[in-house]
């Protein structure tokens, strides 16, 4: 008991000290690279703790190794836009001016459900409001609104990714046959050339084929 008290005490010591020595950033703010070197840190200090079988010597020096290697990758990030982009990524556009970039979704592994729970957390029920919006380096979407858009009522997506949305068409009342007789003249034969639908306040459909 008396090793496991000293080991823990050892362990959350240097941990305490290593994670100030490395900087802090708000949770919003971390990439995919700060994320796991935390988890790798913390997975570190806990075999330590917990395994007697490591030395503590070698635990210790796992830990600040492990620190300094993740300060000079930060370091070279500060001093190279090149390493920053190839350590954190770098910002994609995923709409512009209202309209969905397929492409941009597609490279990021970032699906329509995704962008649009992504659009509410921005206050944002309908993609003609958007101007931009970017996919930052940490998962975030940055939303840059059109100053024009202003509607009364919530527009809602009745077709996603080529699929309808059936719980949609049900709760607006508006029937498969308006929906297809609205494609057809926009002269669009199959719901699945369609990436995205949605109904406006004024029933009208807004339509971006693939």
Avoid at 21 to 46: D, E, N, P, R
Avoid at 143 to 160: L, Y
Wanted: charged share 20%; no cysteine; aromatic share 4%.
């Amino acid at each position: 008991m008396l090793e496991t008290a000293i080991r823990t005490l050892l362990g959350f010591t240097i941990l305490l000290t290593l994670t100030r020595l490395l900087g802090k950033k708000q949770l919003s703010q971390l990439t995919v690279f700060t994320y796991i070197t935390g988890i790798a840190l913390g997975s570190m200090a806990s075999e330590m703790v917990m395994q007697k079988e490591i030395p503590i010597a070698d635990g210790i020096l796992a830990l600040v190794l492990w620190s300094l290697l993740t300060l000079a990758i930060e370091w070279i990030s500060l001093k190279s836009a090149a390493a920053r982009v190839l350590m954190d990524g770098q910002p994609t556009i995923v709409i512009k001016k209202g309209l969905i970039l397929e492409k941009a979704l597609r490279k990021q592994r970032l699906n329509l459900d995704d962008l649009s729970m992504q659009l509410r957390l921005n206050q944002v029920f309908s993609i003609l409001d958007v101007e931009y919006a970017i996919l930052e380096p940490n998962g975030a979407l940055t939303v840059m609104k059109k100053s024009s858009k202003t509607p009364a009522n919530m527009p809602s997506e009745i077709i996603a990714d080529g699929k309808i949305v059936e719980k949609n068409l049900t709760e607006l009342g508006y029937s498969r046959q308006q929906l297809h007789a609205e494609l057809q003249k926009q002269g669009i034969k199959d719901v699945k050339l369609v990436l995205y639908a949605e109904l406006q306040p004024d029933r009208s459909l807004y339509i971006q084929k693939r």
